[in-house]
């Protein structure tokens, strides 16, 4: 018998469920070492897992517990949420998408692995691919954005990050691909309420990512909270056996979100803990994270007939597969051992990547003729507003063992890379609240200086999980203190720190230049000075659509055709009576200090058949006067088909770095399997017919070049 086999043989039940059970550590309450609260549980086998612990001392410490004093001695699971970064920490994941770089992505999952293995973590709850398409919706600062071609390349890219080539590697960390059941789409982006997608909706967009993370290996898949149509994810045996291990195949293992066993009780669809826990399981969730409705639930339902112990022992099995995958069993201590230590990358690299990472993430929004770079000559500036010289901010939400007292603000970035320029700083407001007695002095600031850098935004904990807002605007008295800024006449540079984009049309149209800072990690403010100063060439692109009025929310651009297309002047046609329906700024976009132009769209051959490619290229020129990196994105519409295509479907981005006045040819094969899509049978079905071939800078319809290919019967 192997080891699982005679684990399982030797297990009570107390002790099988006790692997389905994680809980947390607490560790900022109690300390380093064993939490008392789970200490017991670990040492009688109640306890299989634990989440929000690190550090190799007290990982070590709590490991000796399952390892050496309880009857089996199965080492713990210990996972966290390692979502961008752990020590080091890299810009949130919104503002990482706008890289569309799927090789930087991954560099920044394996340096996190290192780090947080180094604190003897085994496991994260990470990558976040929930698409959003509703900036209401505080989690869509932690995912890759509105598209399901860009989060999958981003599912990948991260799953072969955190998991490295080897699990059982003591620098690498189980991957758990989040939040499964279309989270994104809860109704007006309100946390934790119902998303009503329709099954095909929820195929197309919401899924695809998962089958990407499944594809690349992914350990473990944690299900969202929420229900969709009345089916709570937690529970919905369909989607997780049915089509996540049926159709997928994906044999690793499902951890419950924090309580949400518990929580179908008050979804409706549980009696009692008995039915929670069973539901659960029969569905296929293996690990009960916080509920301990397993715990208290399981031994009923088994009583009850609810659940067989089968269905328990295959659920354990699947656990103690990944800690034997993760190596546990042979060395319970090889992460966070000194070696681990020795061998992983240097912390001044993995600083140095935060650093590229985060200016590369900084999407230029608008920028008037010479605003940006700021002039060498530069001798005085006023850098102002509540994000100015915050650190801890910059971290954003879900910033792991980070420290905002290490990390670099935009004051202390910009003091740095302008030695000879005196810069006078005042917050005058705070990120909420209404007191404005800091704004005069403020603006006395101001007057005195050649031009003025403003720093607005959110505060980190204002996205995020439990963080959605009705309102898109910035928080607090923060626009009036924009506005008498902008009054004075002066040279503006807008920052906004956000973890999602916020509509201030007033400040778009008002300022010289405004850039989308996001929350960039413990580099975010070198990597601002690089991108202000100009030693960095803004490269960052939207992977949302960015709104000019909360009431376009959800907003995205893959729209599916209305009969009444958008014509503006034009009553009935699909707008709004007293909104422009066109976004602030369309996905993709974000400008260069260089000046890219396209030309000379082709496509060969012009007509295909099934099983054969079309070669689709474009030539891509540099007319500025510096030297940049363009970013092109390749778009295709399926004019007619048996069910209505998008207007603009995502197929590939190419990155291109020209120097000044230099020209080059982009191009893409594009195999014309992708043009599938899920037919009303709901399988992937090939329709002959015309598409159309978009090209751009982003996906601004009127910016692309177009032509049409025809797939032959
Ligand atoms: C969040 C998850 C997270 C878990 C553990 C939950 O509240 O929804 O994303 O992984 O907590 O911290």
Redesign the pocket.
């Known amino acids: 018998m192997g080891r699982i086999d005679t684990l399982l043989a030797a297990m009570t039940l107390e002790e099988k469920i006790g692997q389905l059970t994680m809980v ?1 550590s607490f560790r900022a309450v109690t300390g380093p070492g064993a939490p008392r609260d789970a200490a017991e549980g670990v040492r009688s086998g109640r306890i299989g897992a634990l ?2 612990l690190w550090g190799a001392d007290e990982t070590h410490a709590v490991q000796r517990l399952a390892v050496d004093e309880s009857r089996l001695g199965i080492p713990l699971l210990l ?3 390692v ?1 961008h970064g752990h020590r080091t920490i890299f810009p949130v994941p919104l503002a990482e998408a706008c890289l569309f770089d799927p090789a930087l992505w991954e560099k920044t999952a394996r340096a996190a692995a290192e780090e947080a293995a180094m604190d003897g973590v085994a496991l994260t ?2 990558p ?1 691919l929930d698409v959003a398409r509703d900036p209401r919706w505080g ?1 869509i600062v ?1 995912g890759p954005g509105e598209d399901p071609w860009v989060a999958s390349q981003f599912a990948a890219a991260k799953t072969r990050g955190f998991q490295g080539h080897d699990l059982s590697a003591a620098d690498s960390l189980a991957a ?1 691909a ?2 499964l059941g279309a989270y994104g789409a809860v109704t007006a982006g309100r946390e934790y309420a119902s998303a009503d997608v329709s099954e095909r909706t929820l195929h197309e967009i919401y899924l695809p990512p998962f089958a990407a993370a499944v594809a690349a290996g992914t350990a473990a898949i ?1 299900p ?2 929420n229900d969709i149509a009345g089916a709570p994810t937690t529970a919905n045996a369909a989607l997780l056996q049915g089509w996540l291990r049926g159709h997928l195949g994906f044999r690793g293992v499902l951890i419950s ?3 949400a066993v518990a929580e179908l009780i008050d979804h409706g669809v549980a009696g009692d803990t008995a039915e929670a826990a069973a539901l659960a399981l029969k569905a296929g969730v293996d690990i009960d ?2 509920g301990d409705a397993y715990a208290k639930g399981l031994p009923e339902a088994l009583r009850r007939g609810l659940v067989g112990m089968a269905e328990i022992d295959a659920s354990v099995r699947r656990v103690l597969e990944l800690k034997e995958r993760l190596g546990l069993f042979d060395d319970p201590y090889r992460r966070g051992a000194s070696g681990a230590r020795a061998t992983a990358g240097g912390a001044a690299d993995r600083r140095g990547l935060a650093r590229d990472v985060a200016r590369r993430a900084i999407v230029l929004l608008t920028c008037a003729r010479d605003a940006l770079p700021l002039s060498p000559d530069i001798r005085r500036l006023a850098l102002i507003g509540p994000l100015a010289a915050a650190r801890q901010e910059m971290l954003g939400p ?1 910033a792991s063992a980070g420290r905002g007292e290490e990390a670099a603000s935009i004051l202390q970035g910009l003091t740095a890379a302008l030695p000879d320029c005196r810069i006078d700083h005042a917050a005058g407001v705070d990120i909420a609240g209404d007191d404005t007695r800091g704004v005069s002095a403020a603006l006395d600031l101001c007057r005195d200086a050649e031009a003025v850098v403003l720093c607005l935004g959110e505060a980190a904990s204002m996205s995020g ?2 963080a959605s807002r009705a309102d898109l605007g910035l928080p607090g008295a923060q626009r009036a203190l924009a506005e008498a800024v902008l009054d004075l006449g002066k040279p503006v540079v807008a920052l906004l720190c956000s973890g999602r984009p916020l509509a201030l049309p007033w400040l778009f149209e008002r300022a010289d230049a405004v850039l989308a800072a996001w929350f960039l990690g413990g580099e975010a403010g070198n990597a601002v000075a690089d991108v202000l100063t100009g030693k960095f060439n803004p490269t960052g692109k939207l992977p949302v659509t960015w709104p000019r009025h909360v009431g376009q929310a959800p907003i995205f651009y893959a729209q599916r055709p209305s009969g009444r297309p958008t014509k503006v002047g034009d009553r009935y046609t699909s707008s709004y009576l007293d909104l422009s329906a066109a976004p602030q700024f369309p996905f993709g976009h974000g400008l260069s200090f260089s000046r890219f132009a396209l030309h000379d769209l082709r496509r060969d051959p012009s007509r295909v058949k099934a099983g054969q490619a079309v070669t689709i290229s474009v030539s891509v020129a540099n007319e500025g006067g510096v030297d940049g990196e363009a970013t092109l994105f390749l778009f295709v519409r399926d004019l007619v088909a048996s069910v209505a295509r998008p207007v603009m479907e995502l197929k590939g981005v190419r990155k291109i770095v020209l120097t000044a006045g230099a020209r080059e040819q982009a191009t893409w094969r594009l195999p014309v399997e992708t043009l599938a899509f899920i037919g009303r049978g709901f399988d992937p079905v090939l329709e002959p017919g015309v598409f159309e071939v978009h090209v751009g800078l982003s996906a601004d319809p009127i910016e692309c070049l177009t032509d049409v290919v025809e797939l032959l019967r």
Request: proline share 0%; charged share 25%; no cysteine.
């Open positions: 947390a989440l929000n996972g966290l949420d979502v709850f990470a976040m989690r932690e758990t989040k939040h944690m969202a909270f979100d924090y309580n994270m916080m879900w999980e439990a």
